[in-house]
């Protein structure tokens, strides 16, 4: 049986494991990320209740959704900011929690890669001097302690073109801490056939931690973008699969696979 790892954080792996598995892929769930909520969430708050200042949202990702709105719907008295989606994950989890869908930018469907640079085509247009912005994003907490907040790529474009720019943490990701049973399916799965489905480069980095001096040339990694590619590529696989983000494309990429 064709067998499958699935690192996405354990909130989001469910509905990828289930389509896996209704096409007959045995599948591991090995989060590789934990989402946890902001140890302050005033700020969080307070943006929230901010909305009708902006021109518009940027929302890095689902997760960013659902901790901004924890529940809420948006509403009219959100005003009439537009909504940004770098991914349809994105997009859906803005149209679940109530967002017009024509209030939404996202990238096309026919994107090479979903990313902030595929983005940034279909919303350039709208930023000019006196346009705000308020991104809504995770914090990284690494093992270590440090912490870090991401590529500012899209910021920076639209301060260039005389925007400003707020910013507001929504979550944190963390690495998981897995059990013992979790870490020997991990090493199982390393020389067994499993393709690993690897999003971020961040989880790449927690799998080294997890799994210090393992060989990774016998395993392979279907990955959604050309950095996480490097980062999977560094780490050691020895076969590394690029594929659009979407679930159709990552299924007919992993089943024209030999």
Do not use: K
Request: with cysteine; charged share 20%; net charge neutral.
């Amino acid at each position: 049986m064709r067998r499958a790892v699935v690192t996405r954080p354990a909130g989001e792996a469910a509905g990828w494991a289930a389509a896996l598995g209704e096409r007959g892929w045995a599948v591991a769930e090995l989060p590789l990320i934990e989402i946890a909520a902001p140890p302050d969430d005033a700020p969080l708050r307070r943006a929230r209740a901010a909305c009708g200042d902006y021109d518009a949202l940027m929302f890095v990702s689902a997760a960013a959704v659902t901790h901004f709105f924890a529940g809420q719907r948006w509403g009219d008295r959100d005003g009439a900011a537009r909504c940004w989606a770098p991914g349809p994950a994105t997009a859906r989890a803005l149209r679940a929690a109530g967002v017009p869908p024509g209030r939404i930018d996202a990238p096309a469907h026919d994107a090479e890669q979903f990313d902030s640079e595929s983005l940034w085509l279909q919303i350039a247009s709208q930023i000019g001097a006196g346009h705000r912005l308020l991104i809504v994003r995770g914090q990284t907490e690494g093992a270590d302690g440090t912490r870090g907040n991401g590529r500012d790529w899209l910021a920076q474009q639209c301060q260039q073109r005389g925007g400003t720019v707020d910013w507001c943490v929504a979550y944190r990701r963390q690495p998981p801490g897995w059990s013992a049973a979790q870490l020997a399916q991990a090493r199982a799965a390393v020389a067994d056939g499993s393709i690993w489905l690897l999003s971020s480069s961040e989880a790449i980095a927690n799998l080294g931690r997890l799994l210090p001096g393992t060989d990774w040339r016998r395993a392979c990694a279907l990955v959604t973008h050309p950095r996480i590619a490097e980062a999977a590529a560094w780490l050691g696989f020895g076969t590394v699969i690029i594929s659009r983000a979407s679930m159709p494309e990552v299924l007919r990429n992993l089943e024209s696979m030999p």
